[in-house]
């Protein structure tokens, strides 16, 4: 059975702190996408990982193939950062399956 | 990159009537999805919309309740037939621009209330 898992479900941190958001799934994958999505639903593409860690601004997510988790960090976190974490895996196939996202909050 | 645009942005509407969303890409894409985001929940897939052919539908989605038109390599359209209120829903167009998993791009999203 193809599961994506997130934790935690919910968040919230100081402005400056940093942030963790962890993705665990069940069975191999080929790909793992972070998405970020805004309160009016947009979704933004942050990173595609297959291995390793890859870093953009503020943002750094890491893949440990493995022990099959992935983890999203956001280092001197912003209110500006306060949106949905969703994280999405390809099984075999086309098919991507998401996880349920994790909302953060970040209070000035 | 694909910039994607979606029609409308949001709507309200009437239980029993239908909505199409457009989707529209800047640049031709090999495919072309349609995911559902109900309040709460994670997206799910609806239908894979092909060119010049029928939309492949995931189980518990039907061509009678979701039609999808394809008729280029650039635009799309998912119509919401019959809604009622579980019809409500963030409908979110998505594409891949080649056979490479890296590249599937996100729409900004239909925000559909029905009442």
């Known amino acids: 059975k193809n599961e994506v898992e997130q934790s935690p479900q919910n968040l919230t941190a100081q402005e400056g702190e940093f942030i963790t958001i962890n993705c665990s799934y069940s069975?191999?994958?080929?790909?793992l996408h972070w998405l970020q999505q805004h309160p009016g639903g947009g979704i933004v593409s942050l990173f595609m990982?297959?291995?390793g860690k890859k870093k953009h601004g503020r943002l750094i997510a890491t893949i440990n193939i493995q022990e099959k988790h992935s983890s999203l960090h956001i280092t001197a976190s912003h209110p500006r950062d306060s949106a949905v974490y969703i994280c999405?895996?390809?099984?075999?196939?086309?098919?991507?399956?998401f996880g349920t996202g994790t909302s953060l909050t970040v209070i000035p | 990159s694909a910039v994607i645009s979606q029609k409308p942005s949001r709507d309200i509407c009437q239980r029993g009537t239908s909505l199409t969303i457009q989707c529209q890409v800047d640049?031709?894409?090999?495919?072309m999805f349609w995911y559902r985001q109900q309040p709460g929940q994670s997206l799910t897939l609806i239908a894979t919309?092909?060119?010049?052919?029928?939309?492949?539908?995931e189980s518990g989605f039907v061509i009678d309740k979701f039609p999808i038109s394809r008729p280029n390599l650039t635009f799309s359209t998912l119509t919401v037939s019959n809604m009622s209120p579980e019809d409500s829903s963030i409908y979110l167009c998505?594409?891949?621009?080649?056979?490479?998993?890296?590249?599937?791009?996100f729409g900004p999203g239909t925000r559909l209330t029905v009442t």
């Open positions: 640049s031709q894409v090999t495919m």
């Open positions: 990982l297959s291995s």
């Open positions: 069975v191999g994958i080929s790909a």
């Open positions: 999405a895996v390809r099984f075999t196939g086309n098919q991507f399956y």
């Open positions: 998505s594409v891949e621009r080649s056979t490479k998993f890296d590249e599937q791009y």
């Open positions: 919309a092909n060119q010049g052919s029928e939309a492949t539908y």
